[in-house]
Structure formats: structure tokens, C-alpha cells
């Protein structure tokens, strides 16, 4: 069973930088393509980053290119987001989700994603 678990959220001021951390179990890290998407109160469910399981290529919408970085460790079965520069509008829930198995390449659509953590709230506030 496919687990994935987020963790390092928290408060921030504006300009701060977080770490989010995504532990995955029941699968083999190097054959997922894996995503982070967030969730601000009202708002659809959005794309923020992406790794491929080929080549590691990534993938930021402009909200955020620049100033978020995904990462991947597939011997540690982990997925990482490094945030700078945070604004008030990157508040909200942030979730890790992988594609399907051997799906090389990044998606910015949720419905490509098969797995999902339970999310971690990100609050930038002063």
C-alpha cells in the first residue's frame, strides 16, 4: 500500500523559506513522477512543482519559479520542496503526490496524480 506523508509545514513571515519533506512508502521512489500541489482556502487545488522520474526534470508554474525548488532523493524513498521568499499568497495546505507507476514525465493536472499525501499547512503571515 502506497503511502505518502508530508511533514515541515508551519508559520512563516513573509520573505521566510520552509522546507517541506514527503516520506513515500509501498513503492519503489525512482519509477514515480512526483508533484506538489497546495490548496489555499476557496481556491482549486493547484500545481506548484514537479519531478520526473526521468532525468529529474522540473517543472514551476511562474507563481513560483524561483523561488520554490523540488527535489527528489530516491535512496531515501524522499521528496522535498525548499520555499523562499514567501509571499501571503502561499498560504495553504500542501500536498505531495506521485503519478502512476513508470508515468516519466510531470503533469500540472491533479487527476494525473494516483497518489496523495494528507497534506501540511503552510501559513505566511506577519
Known amino acids: 500500500q502506497v503511502q505518502l506523508v508530508e511533514s515541515g509545514g508551519g508559520l512563516v513571515q513573509p520573505g521566510g523559506s520552509l522546507t517541506l519533506s514527503c516520506a513515500a512508502s509501498?513503492?519503489?521512489?525512482?519509477?514515480?513522477?512526483f508533484g506538489w500541489f497546495r490548496q489555499a482556502p476557496g481556491k482549486e487545488r493547484e500545481a506548484v512543482s514537479c519531478?520526473?522520474?526521468?532525468?529529474?526534470?522540473?517543472y514551476y508554474p511562474d507563481s513560483v519559479e524561483g523561488r520554490f525548488t523540488i527535489s527528489r532523493d530516491n535512496a531515501k524513498n524522499m521528496v522535498y520542496l525548499q520555499m523562499n521568499s514567501l509571499k501571503p499568497e502561499d498560504t495553504g495546505v500542501y500536498y505531495c503526490?506521485?503519478?502512476?507507476?513508470?508515468?516519466?514525465?510531470?503533469?500540472?493536472?491533479?487527476?494525473?496524480?494516483?497518489?496523495w499525501g494528507q497534506g501540511t499547512q503552510v501559513t505566511v503571515s506577519s
Open positions: 509501498g513503492l519503489t521512489l525512482g519509477y514515480y513522477t
Open positions: 519531478i520526473s522520474s526521468r532525468n529529474f526534470t522540473t
Open positions: 503526490a506521485g503519478r502512476g507507476e513508470r508515468e516519466a514525465y510531470c503533469s500540472g493536472f491533479d487527476f494525473n496524480y494516483a497518489y
